[in-house]
């Protein structure tokens, strides 16, 4: 994003340690499926919100979007977690300008994202 009202990018995007937490409480077939549960959701979530922005349906990009926060932060993917949450709120408050072009930095994080654990899981979650 790049308006005022962005979230920062000087932290890390991703959080391995989120990654390994949950190998730890549940082993790699655990991680394995949250995983693969994650990267078929967040599509389908990013184009809820992406419909329901353009239809003016503030609550219904809300919901999508909170869903996204909420999965994205469990595996780590925080960049995606703040870019989600800056969505819900933006939602929350009724503006719904500019969330299709955030819609479009989801995708193109949700990309980065799908790198990033498909190399998390070849090489143990760091």
Not at 19 to 34: P, S
Not at 61 to 87: D, I, N, P, T, V
Request: a negative charge; glycine letters at 10%; zero cysteines.
């Amino acid at each position: 994003m790049t308006d005022a009202a962005s979230p920062p990018r000087t932290d890390r995007p991703n959080d391995a340690a989120a990654l390994e937490r949950l190998r730890r409480f549940g082993g790699a077939a655990l991680l394995g499926k949250m995983i693969d549960l994650f990267l078929v959701a967040a599509p389908e979530r990013i184009g809820r919100a992406r419909q329901a922005a353009a239809a003016g349906d503030g609550e219904g990009a809300e919901r999508a979007l909170h869903s996204l926060k909420s999965s994205s932060a469990q595996l780590g993917a925080m960049h995606m977690q703040r870019l989600s949450e800056e969505g819900e709120r933006r939602a929350h408050d009724g503006s719904l300008d500019g969330l299709v072009g955030l819609m479009s930095e989801l995708e193109a994080e949700l990309a980065r994202v799908r790198d990033w654990l498909a190399t998390a899981r070849t090489e143990g979650a760091t």
